[in-house]
């Protein structure tokens, strides 16, 4: 009884600080000092209760306006970043530009110059640590091109191991994968194996179908703005990375089950 007063009080708390929060049933001033009393209660003995209760109901309300959502970040109508919550990114260079750009907190944004999907496992315990609802792998470049991985089909399975080494840590966490953005001249003169990327990415992609792994397909925003690569060929120039997160809170909001493929491009919204 007291945990369902709890339970209710914690809702109707998060859903009233929403924007467009839905009226919820009026509480007696009795039911609502019991639901008090017993979250003050069960934070002083697992502090931890509190959290996933609020995590329960914010994922059942993602769940409840998901398809507005998709559409929102579709047409540009929604604040993107204000949608990364209680989350972790990792990568690569092109994911740092998250944080230098000022879009995320780089406390949560666990991404270097030259680092590969082989740098997880160190980033192991500040993940567990911020203890996510998402994670989302922003890898690819220096993978294709540091030579670990002889082919697509290797790098993939790797991937996997990867994916089930965060799962095995937070099985609660929901993990997005980031298709690889492609170089462009003059970077291959650097890095000739930068042309294997689509298949790296596609081999990816495929595991990704199969496992039933979020993925986010990032070729279609790539084909449109090419003009907002950098004249490296590699690093991206800013307004690039609107478009970019969007495919990746998309991919995240979609459901996806193992053999089934989900689109997570968004449309242009320039």
């Not at 507005?68 to 989350?87: I, N, T």
């Not at 540091?146 to 996997?160: K, R, V």
């Not at 799962?167 to 003059?186: C, G, N, T």
């Not at 792994?213 to 950098?230: C, M, T, V």
Request: aromatic share 8%; proline share 5%.
């Amino acid at each position: 009884m007291l945990l369902g007063l709890a339970v209710l009080l914690l809702t109707a708390a998060y859903l009233s600080s929403a924007p467009d929060a839905p009226k919820s049933e009026p509480v007696s001033a009795e039911e609502l000092q019991a639901g008090r009393t017993y979250l003050s209660v069960m934070a002083e003995k697992d502090p931890a209760l509190v959290d996933q209760v609020l995590k329960q109901r914010r994922a059942e309300k993602l769940d409840r306006e998901r398809e507005e959502l998709v559409q929102k970040l579709c047409s540009g109508e929604a604040d993107v970043w204000s949608m990364f919550q209680d989350f972790v990114l990792l990568g690569d260079s092109r994911a740092v530009g998250l944080y230098y750009y000022k879009f995320l907190d780089k406390s949560r944004v666990l991404a270097d110059g030259g680092n590969t999907i082989r740098n997880v496992a160190e980033h192991m315990q500040q993940i567990k640590d911020l203890n996510p609802s998402s994670i989302f792998l922003c890898y690819g470049l220096n993978d294709v091109s540091i030579g670990y991985w002889d082919t697509p089909e290797s790098y993939a399975e790797e991937m996997l191991e990867v994916v089930q080494g965060l799962q095995q840590q937070l099985p609660q966490a929901r993990i997005v994968i980031s298709s690889i953005l492609p170089a462009r001249d003059p970077a291959f003169e650097r890095a000739s194996k930068w042309r294997e990327i689509p298949a790296y990415s596609a081999a990816v992609e495929k595991l990704c179908r199969e496992k039933g792994i979020a993925f986010a397909n990032n070729d279609k925003i790539a084909e449109e703005h090419a003009a907002l690569w950098d004249p490296d060929g590699i690093h991206l120039q800013r307004p690039f990375y609107q478009y970019w997160g969007s495919n990746l809170i998309v991919a995240a909001l979609q459901e996806q089950q193992p053999g089934t493929e989900a689109d997570g491009e968004v449309r242009d919204h320039e």
